[in-house]
């Protein structure tokens, strides 16, 4: 039986692990794919290729799907204003899924038969890799060293240096995950409820400290340009605002929420670019959207939102609400002005030609255009019908 594996490998400690020990002790002949969706420098994929080798890897390969990434996730979570207990963009856990699609599509592709990811079994990522893995190629075998062997990360330094790996594998204070959406970060205070991130714990540090307004133009839902700047990509738009509001070190938080395994889990998170988006979105939305568009697109956002983080992405309810979402950005063009700040930013005011504000039937507080006083009086005698009726009934006036 062929004892072709692929190993899901970012270039750290467990999966740095699982190349030696697939091979070395369980005779495997390990393949290497690491998916990039955006988080990566082209220097950081070149170092992590030369490490899978060194560690005996047969072949690395680098799957870049962050153009999939944006098309089929990132727009809906912005079309959503997708914000997980209304404080975390779904940032690196996003990610995972089509991480782990691009893995299972290229074991497929060479014929594997088995694939391997080096999750933990105290987190959500087991989840997202197992599943996706599942649904899409149930006839591969799932290997998780790390979760079967619940190996300490002293034991695993302590097999590495073993089998000749001299690498420093000594854990750092904070384990930080960058991504196009986002970076989280873990440490000795979010394992706590009760202590905040240190500001050096951030990979953004301040680096501005004026004060400056920027001008982010939509076109059906989706950020195009940057101060009159037009980007092709989407991927490219995110980083280049990325770029300027990290230096005000913005878009810092602390998540605390349900896990996909039932406990609470607590995480440090920074999404300068995600914030400012997801924000001058909803801001545009509110003048270009009526009330019950706006009313339905939070329910299902919500929903999408817990169907994404909780790996649910191939139920196909998650189309459906995709084509809700696309079906409700037709007028939300226009430009957003947002002034930065140090830590933090202020929503000024949008323009579009689709502004409901701009009606001609009113000023609210001010003036009115198309109705009388009569005809207000008239409004609330019927609109309170109901509520009269009720009070009678009950004996409540």
Not at 7 to 15: E, V, Y
Not at 150 to 171: N, T, Y
Not at 179 to 187: A, Q, R
Request: proline share 2%; net charge negative; glycine share 10%.
């Amino acid at each position: 039986m062929s004892k072709k594996l692929v190993l899901a490998f970012s270039g750290g400690l467990d999966t740095s692990f699982c190349v030696k020990y697939l091979k070395e002790e369980k005779g495997f002949e390990v393949y290497t794919a690491i998916a990039n969706t955006g988080g990566f420098s082209d220097g950081e994929l070149k170092k992590i290729e030369e490490k899978a080798y060194k560690l005996g890897a047969k072949e690395h390969v680098t799957l870049d799907v962050t153009e999939e990434y944006y098309q089929k996730c990132i727009r809906y979570m912005v079309y959503g204003n997708i914000l997980r207990n209304n404080t975390y963009p779904i940032s690196v856990s996003s990610e995972r899924v089509f991480q782990a699609i691009a893995t299972i599509d290229y074991a497929k592709k060479i014929g594997a038969a088995y694939i391997a990811h080096g999750s933990t079994g105290a987190g959500n990522d087991q989840v997202r890799f197992d599943l996706t893995f599942q649904v899409l190629a149930p006839e591969i075998e799932i290997i998780t060293p790390i979760r079967d062997l619940m190996l300490s990360r002293q034991e695993e330094i302590d097999f590495l240096q073993k089998h000749g790996v001299e690498e420093d594998f000594i854990k750092m204070q904070y384990s930080i995950n960058q991504g196009l959406w986002g970076t989280s970060v873990g440490g000795k205070e979010t394992l706590t409820s009760s202590k905040g991130l240190p500001s050096e714990a951030y990979p953004s540090q301040l680096e501005s400290s004026d004060e400056k307004v920027i001008e982010l133009g939509f076109e059906k839902g989706e950020l195009k340009t940057i101060d009159g700047k037009t980007f092709e990509s989407g991927p490219g738009v995110i980083q280049a605002l990325e770029e300027i509001a990290s230096k005000y070190a913005i878009g810092r938080d602390i998540h605390v929420g349900d896990t996909i395994i039932g406990i609470k889990g607590r995480v440090g998170f920074e999404a300068a670019a995600p914030m400012l988006i997801i924000k001058a979105h909803h801001l545009l939305e509110k003048h270009t959207l009526t009330k019950w568009q706006i009313y339905w697109k939070e329910q299902l956002a919500n929903w999408y939102g817990m169907f994404l983080h909780e790996a649910l992405y191939h139920e196909p309810v998650m189309r459906n609400m995709e084509t809700f979402l696309e079906s409700t950005q037709e007028n939300v063009t226009g430009k957003v002005f947002i002034k930065l700040k140090p830590y933090h930013f202020e929503l000024q005011g949008i323009e579009s030609e689709h502004d409901l504000m701009n009606s001609g039937f009113g000023e609210y507080g001010e003036t009115v255009k198309a109705w009388t006083g009569d005809d207000i009086k008239g409004f609330t005698k019927i609109l309170s019908n109901s509520l009269k009726i009720y009070s009678s009934v009950n004996k409540k006036i």
